[in-house]
């Protein structure tokens, strides 16, 4: 078992470099489909790497051109989608500091939010409506932070107005992580005082993940107001992990 595990610890590492690499000689140099083409094969491979099997639940179609919002487990959430439908991910500034991992989320397109910094707030919507307007997929997690398997905290409206602005819909993700019998997956959780370290070990050292993603059906954001777009995302969410949501924000 030892021995597996620092077998998959090096395969990442190594996977984890191979990306820094494209990131900094390719990317400059290719468009938005070949970079996005690169995004999902390098995702769902680290996935591979890190035991964790990616399953799309069925659900509604996913839209080339939409604001997608879905509940935060893991750091995983982030390579779980892409490795189906690369987004442009909006995340909390911590993320960036996470070892290598954080890099290359920026340079895969992340954009960082600083806790508190409404400035840094205008500035990058104004940057999302561009990006949605341009025709890219852009995704975000409402809940602002992790949550533990079984509950989903209040969305956070304030970035659901970038889709109004930009007239594109917004479609919802469930995402979920079990084990072999179908129960939440013990080693996924990452909250509290966890760190991005000490959630990766348990990952490679654990058993078998099985990373569920719902597609949710697109709610129109014509003449809409972002409150009620909310609340419809939450209801959808909450409804396909079958967990009763606190009130959106």
Not at 22 to 29: K, N, Q, S
Not at 139 to 164: D, K, R, S, W, Y
Not at 186 to 207: C, K, N, Q, R, Y
Not at 215 to 243: F, K, M, Q, Y
């Amino acid at each position: 078992m030892k021995l597996l595990f620092i077998f998959r610890l090096v395969r990442v590492l190594a996977h984890v470099i191979i990306g820094m690499a494209t990131c900094a000689v390719v990317f400059p140099w290719i468009g938005v489909e070949r970079r996005n083409g690169h995004i999902r094969r390098w995702s769902g491979q680290l996935m591979g790497m890190c035991n964790v099997t990616v399953d799309k639940q069925g659900g509604a179609a996913v839209l080339a051109h939409a604001m997608v919002v879905a509940n935060h487990v893991s750091w995983l959430d982030i390579f779980v989608i892409n490795s189906l439908h690369p987004c442009r991910f909006v995340a909390k500034a911590e993320i960036r500091a996470w070892p290598m991992l954080g890099w290359l989320a920026e340079k895969a397109g992340t954009v960082f939010i600083a806790r508190g910094n409404r400035r840094d707030l205008r500035h990058i919507f104004k940057g999302l409506v561009h990006s949605l307007e341009a025709g890219e997929r852009v995704a975000f997690f409402p809940e602002g932070t992790t949550a533990v398997q079984g509950t989903l905290l209040p969305f956070h409206a304030n970035l659901f107005e970038a889709a109004i602005d930009a007239k594109v819909p917004v479609q919802p993700f469930a995402l979920s992580y079990v084990d072999a019998q179908g129960r939440s997956h013990p080693s996924v959780d990452f909250v509290g005082d966890m760190t991005f370290a000490e959630s990766m070990l348990a990952i490679l050292g654990g058993s078998r993940v099985h990373a569920r993603l719902v597609c949710l059906p697109a709610i129109d954001t014509i003449d809409a107001h972002r409150r009620d777009v909310c609340e419809s995302a939450h209801a959808a969410v909450g409804e396909a992990l079958g967990v009763v949501a606190t009130a959106a924000h």
